[in-house]
């Protein structure tokens, strides 16, 4: 098991490029979940797939921003037209009980 | 409005003597809870866990206790230890047999000085 991993680890972007980032969980998790966290905040929850199917979508989840998980296992998330706002850590995690979720190490999105 | 709440940005605690982080909250249907710890540059590692049902779990050096009548919860290390030092955030899960998504208070730092 080599938990949670996240590609790529650093981004750096202008305004108005489209970025994607990939998430692969841990093997036997059938849970996924994005979370964004900005700096002073606690991560702050994005979206929710169980298997390939996305349930569940935050507010903080404009029309710009789009999460797929074609075959269950791993997931993208594409920010399309980035904005300075969008600067943040982009976070993974994976479960299979629903509560205790596993992160991995982030992708550090600056746009500039 | 936090629904998750650290008040103490930052905690500083001599090593081998007790760290207390403490988190309130104000949802009534939250019904997990948990504790992560997260280190510069890393994402957060998951470290403890309690249930509504309970009042206190314990695991090794680590243990979380849950008021239920305060909603506040606290989880309590010793002896703390200098890799204690990092940022510990507390959690909560909205419903039962939700999917789960967490809310985050905004963090306490811990620093544990040899």
């Known amino acids: 098991d080599t938990g949670v991993s996240q590609d790529p680890r650093h981004k750096i972007t202008k305004r108005g490029q489209n970025v994607t980032f990939r998430c692969d969980p841990i093997s036997e998790h059938n849970r996924l979940y994005w979370y964004r966290q900005t700096l002073g905040q606690g991560p702050e929850f994005l979206t929710y797939?169980?298997?390939?199917?996305?349930?569940?979508k935050s507010r903080l989840l404009s029309d710009r921003f789009s999460a797929e998980r074609p075959k269950g296992s791993f997931s993208t998330l594409e920010i399309q037209r980035t904005e300075q706002g969008d600067s943040a850590m982009y976070l993974c995690?994976?479960?299979?009980?629903?509560?205790?979720?596993?992160f991995g190490p982030g992708t550090r999105l600056t746009v500039t | 409005d936090q629904q998750v709440k650290q008040n103490s940005p930052s905690l500083s605690v001599q090593e081998g003597r007790i760290s207390i982080l403490n988190c309130d909250y104000t949802?009534?249907?939250?019904?997990?809870f948990l504790w992560y710890k997260k280190y510069p540059a890393e994402g957060p590692t998951f470290l403890i866990s309690i249930s509504s049902i309970k009042d206190k779990n314990e695991d090794g050096r680590f243990t979380v206790f849950l008021n239920k009548s305060a909603k506040h919860l606290s989880l309590h290390i010793v002896p703390s230890q200098p890799g204690d030092s990092a940022v510990y955030f507390c959690?909560?899960?909205?419903?039962?047999?939700?999917?789960?998504?967490?809310?985050f208070g905004k963090g306490t730092k811990l620093s544990v000085k040899p």
């Open positions: 959690a909560a899960s909205p419903r039962r047999g939700s999917q789960g998504n967490l809310i």
């Open positions: 797939f169980q298997n390939e199917a996305q349930l569940e």
């Open positions: 949802n009534s249907m939250f019904d997990y």
């Open positions: 995690a994976s479960s299979s009980t629903g509560h205790e979720q596993y």
